[in-house]
C-alpha cells in the first residue's frame, strides 16, 4: 500500500514538513478523503467487542455504513466540511499489486478455515481482518448513505487519491485525507493523516506539507516521484537492495531513474526484467482525474426520514441514536463557521534560524497584515 | 545587557494570566522602546500583541534588540511566587540569552526572592499590525463587556454584535432560548468607567466565538475600560490599555456564514 517507507524518509530528512494538530483545529476546513481507503478501514476496525464485523439480523455487514455515519458527523460537528473521493477502475499497472493482494487474502481465508477449525479466537480475529475486501455493494451503500446526509462525494475515473490531490491542488478543498502516502506522490499540497480514526484513539491529525518535503530533500517534483517508485508504490516492483536510505542517495546523486540505471551495479542490485518505471511515473505525474474546475462540490440539508428508513428499517441501526447523529448534521450545516485569522492577513516564511544554545525549537509562522 | 525594574509587579502577573490560556509559547521582543510580544492561538483564530513601554519600568536598559522565548505558563507558574506589591526585576543576557532571571523584593525590601526561567528557540515571528481605522469603535467599562461574554456564554457559544449610532447590541441565539444585552451610549455619566461612546462611520453587525471573548476578558484587571473596533468583515479588536505603560490587544477572526 502506498509509497513503501516515504513516512520515515520524510520524518528523518524533512521533519518541519509534519505538522500535528488537534482534531478540532480543523474547523472550516474543507477537505477529500479516500473514501475507499476509509471504507476499507471502516470493515477492518468497526467490530463489536468479539471482533465479529457488525451485520444485520440477515447477516450483512454494515461495519462501513457506521464508520461513515459516524465518523462523518464526528468531523462535521467539528466544523469540518468533508468530501469524499471514491475509487474508479484501477490502473492497468496496477494489476500485479492487485494479485498480491488477491493471493494474500486467499491466504488469510486459508488461515481463516484452519484457525476457525481449531477455534483459536485471536487467530479467527486476525485472520478474518485480513480477508476484508471492499466490495463494489460496500461502495454502493455508502454513496447512498452520503446522498442521504447531504455530503458530496465524487467518483474519479481512476484512483482516488490522485483525483483528491487534484481536488486540493485546485483549492477546491484545503487538503486531501488519506493514509496512503501516494497521495503525496499524486501532488496533492497538503496531506492529512488519521482524519477518519476513531475518536477514542486520540490520534492527533499529521499534516504533511509537500512543498516542505520537496524543500527538505532539495528535490524536484520529478525527482521527489523517481524516489518514491524506487521506494516501492503499487505499479511497478521496486528494485531488491535499496531501502529508503539509498534510494534517497541515489536520486540525490543521480538526479533521474534513467541516471541510476546507466551506472547501478547489476549484480548487487538488479533490475526487474520488466520495470515499467516510466510509465509509473506518467501515471503519478499525469494521473487521470477530471478536471476539478468541472466538479461542484457542494453540502445540502440531510434527508433526515430517508437516512431513519435506510439505516434504522433496512440495516436495523438504533432509530434513537441515528436521529440524534443527524440533528448534529442539520444544526452544524446552519451555523456560521469560525473564520481564520490567516484568510484576512497573508502569511511570509519565516527567516532561517540562527543557531543557538536554547535546547527546545518551536517554529511557527510569520504573519504580515494588510493595511485595510 | 538586559534589565527592567517594574514597581508595579501585579502588572506583569495580570499580563501573564490574560495571555496564558491563548497562546503556550512566545516570543517577548525586547529592544530600547520597551518590550513586545504577537502571538497567534493554535489555530489560528485570535492573535494577542502587548506592548510594555519603557517608560513604564524604572529603570530600564536594554542595548540592543533581541528576543525572550518563553513559556507562558512557566513563566506565569514562576510570577505566582511574587508578591502583589512586589517589585519585580527581569535580568537577562542579551547576547546569548538561555534563561530569564526574575528578582523579586518586597516593598519593605527585607524579603527578595530570585528564579531563574530556561529560554526557548521560537522561530521569530514578526507582526506589522498598522492601525486601523474601524468603521466602529466602542469605550466602554471592561467589567460590564466582561459580564455580558459570561451572561451570553450561557445561551449560546457564539453572539451577534450589532452597533448602530446611538447603542450597541449584543446578542445570542441557542438551542434553550435566546438573549440580548442592548448598551445606550452614554458619555456623561458621573463615573468615567461607567461611560459607553460609540464613534461610528457605518453601523456593522458581525458574530463572534464566546468562547474566545471569554479569553479576551481575562484581560479586564489591566484596565477599567475596553475598546472594542469593529468592521464588516475584519477581525475584531479588543484593546485594553494600561495607563501609560502600555497596552495589550486580541484580535479575533469573525464566524462567517455560508458563502
Known sequence: MGIKGLTKVIGDRCPNAIKSNEFKNYFGRKVAIDASMSIYQFLIAVRQQDGQQLTTESGETTSHLMGIFYRTIRMVENGIKPCYVFDGKPPTLKSGELAKRLERRKEANKNLEDAQELGDAVDIDKFSRRTVKVTPEHNAECKKLLGLMGIPYVEAPCEAEAQCAALARDKKVYAAASEDMDTLTFSAPILLRHLTFSEARKMPIDEIHLNKVLEGLNFTMEQFVDMCILLGCDYCDSIKGIGPQRAVELIEKHKSLEEIIKTLDNKKYPIPDDWPYNEARQLFLNPEVLDPKDIEIKWTDPDIDGIVEYLVHEKGFSEDRVRKGVDKLAKNLRTATQGRLDSFFSTVPSNPKVPSKRKVIIIKKKIIFFSC | ?259
Open chain 2, 1 to 259: 545587557m538586559f534589565e527592567a525594574r517594574l514597581s508595579q509587579g501585579a502588572l506583569l502577573k495580570k499580563l501573564l494570566e490574560a495571555i496564558k490560556e491563548l497562546v503556550t509559547d512566545a516570543n517577548f521582543d525586547c529592544n530600547e522602546t520597551g518590550i513586545a510580544l504577537q502571538a497567534m492561538d493554535n489555530s489560528h483564530v485570535a492573535l494577542v500583541s502587548l506592548l510594555l513601554r519603557s517608560e513604564g519600568f524604572h529603570p530600564y536598559r536594554c542595548d540592543r534588540g533581541f528576543s525572550l522565548g518563553v513559556n507562558l505558563n512557566s513563566l506565569s507558574k514562576i510570577l505566582k511566587c511574587a508578591g502583589n506589591d512586589d517589585i519585580i526585576t527581569l535580568k537577562a543576557d542579551d547576547n546569548s540569552a538561555d534563561s530569564l532571571s526574575l528578582c523579586f523584593e518586597s516593598p519593605s525590601n527585607e524579603r527578595v526572592s530570585e528564579y531563574e526561567l530556561k529560554l526557548m528557540d521560537i522561530d521569530q515571528e514578526h507582526l506589522s499590525i498598522p492601525e486601523t481605522d474601524y468603521e466602529a469603535t466602542i469605550v466602554m467599562s471592561s467589567a460590564e463587556f466582561q459580564r455580558i461574554c459570561r451572561d451570553l456564554m450561557v445561551i449560546s457559544e457564539s453572539v451577534s454584535v450589532d452597533v448602530a449610532k446611538d447603542a450597541i447590541v449584543f446578542s445570542a441565539e441557542g438551542e434553550m432560548g435566546s438573549g440580548s444585552v442592548k448598551l445606550k451610549q452614554n458619555p456623561s455619566v458621573d463615573k468615567p468607567e461607567e461611560q459607553v461612546t460609540i464613534e461610528l462611520n457605518s453601523s456593522v453587525s458581525l458574530q463572534f466565538s464566546l468562547k474566545y471573548l471569554m479569553n479576551f476578558t481575562k484581560g479586564t484587571p489591566l484596565s477599567d475600560q475596553v475598546m472594542l473596533g469593529l468592521s464588516e468583515n475584519m477581525p475584531l479588536l479588543v484593546e485594553y490599555k494600561m495607563d501609560d505603560a502600555g497596552y495589550i490587544r486580541f484580535y479575533l477572526a469573525p464566524k462567517v456564514g455560508e458563502e
